[in-house]
């Protein structure tokens, strides 16, 4: 199997995301999606990032674990509000 340059699952996992994020929040309990890394050292470990409310809600069963090679991260964030503009 060919290893992909980090560019590219970087690439990959935007898109999936981009895909993805919708129906992920839709579901009660996420509170954001991103791309990052699960091993900043590591520029291979490109994962799928999906923040939650609280890691206990019994609808985050619905989260994947991963999509297609991308590994999905479920990590708590609690309650996220957009600040006021001025």
């Keep these: 199997m060919k290893r992909r340059a980090p560019a590219d699952l970087r690439k990959q996992a935007e898109q999936?995301?981009?895909?993805?994020?919708?129906?992920?929040?839709?579901?009660?309990?996420?509170?954001?999606?991103?791309?990052?890394?699960?091993?900043?050292?590591?520029?291979?470990?490109?994962?799928?990032?999906?923040?939650?409310?609280?890691?206990?809600?019994?609808?985050?069963?619905?989260?994947p674990k991963k999509v297609d090679s991308i590994p999905i991260v479920v990590e708590e964030g609690g309650e996220i509000k957009a600040l006021p503009t001025r």
């Design 16 to 63: 999936l995301l981009r895909r993805h994020s919708p129906q992920w929040m839709a579901i009660d309990g996420v509170v954001a999606c991103g791309v990052g890394l699960s091993d900043e050292r590591n520029p291979r470990s490109v994962v799928i990032k999906i923040y939650v409310r609280r890691l206990n809600l019994p609808s985050l069963r619905r989260l």
